[in-house]
């Protein structure tokens, strides 16, 4: 989700951030620390780029979170009881609680058997739910460390994992949704998940949990804004490229195991058009119009602020207006630089850079087929390599771009744009161009 970038994340960081804050919360009048969650909270808050616009969102994305025990009674576990959602993705990923979210475990959709239904997808990349969606489903979560190797998992659970680190006093369960269809909500027409308590003292529904003062208190901090101080990721804006994150690395805020990112930190100050360019995998679409076997399922290009992790946009594989040759050419710029041709009836896709002075392009994947060419874990696993060694071709290109560039070679197509766009920018250039 963060994508290892420590900056000023406002509500999304802070709804994620109700595990350490919870504690704090629940200070009595005379420092008495109250009792933290024992038995789990009911999911606290539900946030998308329509109520929170912050934490390198996905635009077609919604996020759920809650806290959960350490620790248990002996032999407890929760339960997740649901209805597969209308989306593209869904999956239920666990923390350690520590600020800012050490991964522990994901269950995607691909994993999940229905209910007294058919196996999962062999294929990650497939649709698990292309039956009409009326399937139901139950997960288990259980208080122990995440097998090795990944075949001896358990059917349909969650790892939570043995413990938790100092100072830390309940973990975090975070609930995805991607890419609703057409005709749904965020939550895929299929609302919340149930969350159930099953345990020696008995089995209850979160909804109606004994910690009700303690999961009201972390209710009330997810609207909170936390500053953290900004640091730069490493990467000089003036000479623009991908770069590969794994969605389970170091120092990335509260991941998404399923993921893997290119990003790329642009400055408007430099040129007044950014292009971006992609050959883009063959995804999934809504049903009825499945494909059979997909490479990847879901992808999407994001603008962002790079100080505030506000998003300002995002196109999915569904939006792309491609061109001949199955790639997508997107320009990024402000609404008064945007070039006449940059339409998608001109076979060119455009996003809005945001009033920031400093931008972060991001390339989203989830769940990869295994063996795809431009599976982006490639380059993060290689990172020392060029994109075009490790994504074939695949590999995305962005550059920065001048209009009468734009203007002369756009009607020859995006490879010749790009080319055109490369040799003929200079810092200087961009710098005296605007």
């Known amino acids: 989700m963060n994508l290892g970038i420590p900056l000023r994340a406002a509500g999304l960081f802070a709804i994620l951030s109700t595990t350490t804050l919870t504690a704090e919360a629940q200070l009595g009048p005379g420092g008495n620390l109250l009792q933290n969650v024992r038995f789990g909270c009911d999911w606290t808050t539900t946030t998308d780029t329509t109520t929170n616009n912050t934490g390198f969102l996905d635009s077609t994305a919604t996020y759920t979170v809650t806290s959960l025990p350490i620790s248990p009674s002996n032999g407890a576990r929760i339960l997740i009881r649901g209805s597969y959602p209308r989306t593209r993705y869904f999956s239920f990923q666990m923390y350690d609680g520590f600020r800012p979210g050490n991964f522990v475990d994901s269950v995607p959709d691909s994993i999940i058997t229905p209910t007294g239904g058919a196996a999962p997808a062999s294929n990650p990349a497939v649709l698990p739910n292309a039956n009409g969606y009326t399937a139901t489903y139950e997960i288990q979560i259980v208080y122990q460390d995440p097998p090795v190797p990944p075949a001896a998992r ?94 389970r690395g170091a120092g990335v805020f509260y991941p998404n195991g399923d993921s893997n990112y290119l990003r790329a930190q642009t400055g408007r100050i430099y040129a007044p058009l950014i292009v971006a360019r992609a050959r883009v995998p063959i995804t999934p679409v809504q049903p009825p119009l ?86 982006f874990v490639n380059a993060v696993n290689n990172q020392a390599a060029p994109l075009s060694t490790t994504l074939g071709s695949f590999a995305p290109e962005i550059t920065y771009c001048d209009t009468a560039t734009f203007t002369a ?22 710098l005296l161009g605007r």
């Open 290 to 375: 499945l494909v059979a076997a997909p490479d990847v399922r879901y992808y999407s290009l994001c603008q962002n602020d790079l100080n505030t992790s506000r998003n300002i946009g995002c196109l999915t594989d569904r939006d792309f207006a491609l061109q001949s040759d199955g790639t997508f050419t997107a320009v990024i710029s402000s609404e008064a630089n945007r070039p006449t041709l940059a339409r998608p009836e001109f076979g060119y896709n455009w996003l809005p850079f945001g009033n920031q002075l400093n931008g972060l392009t991001v390339l989203r994947q989830i769940l990869s087929r295994p063996g795809f060419e431009g599976d």
């Open 154 to 247: 358990l059917p349909n659970t969650l790892y939570a994992g043995v413990g938790a680190p100092i100072g830390v006093f309940n973990k975090t369960l975070l609930y995805r949704t991607y890419l609703p269809n057409t005709d749904s909500d965020g939550l895929g027409g299929a609302g919340l998940p149930d969350l159930i308590y099953d345990g020696p003292e008995g089995q209850f529904n979160l909804e109606n949990t004994p910690d009700t003062r303690a999961c009201t208190a972390a209710r009330n901090l997810n609207n909170l804004l936390v500053a953290f101080p900004v640091t730069a990721i490493g990467q000089n804006q003036a000479s623009v490229a991908f770069r590969p994150i794994s969605g």
């Open 409 to 430: 070679f756009a009607p020859s197509g995006g490879a010749a744009l790009v080319a055109a766009c490369r040799a003929n920018f200079t810092v200087l250039g961009g």
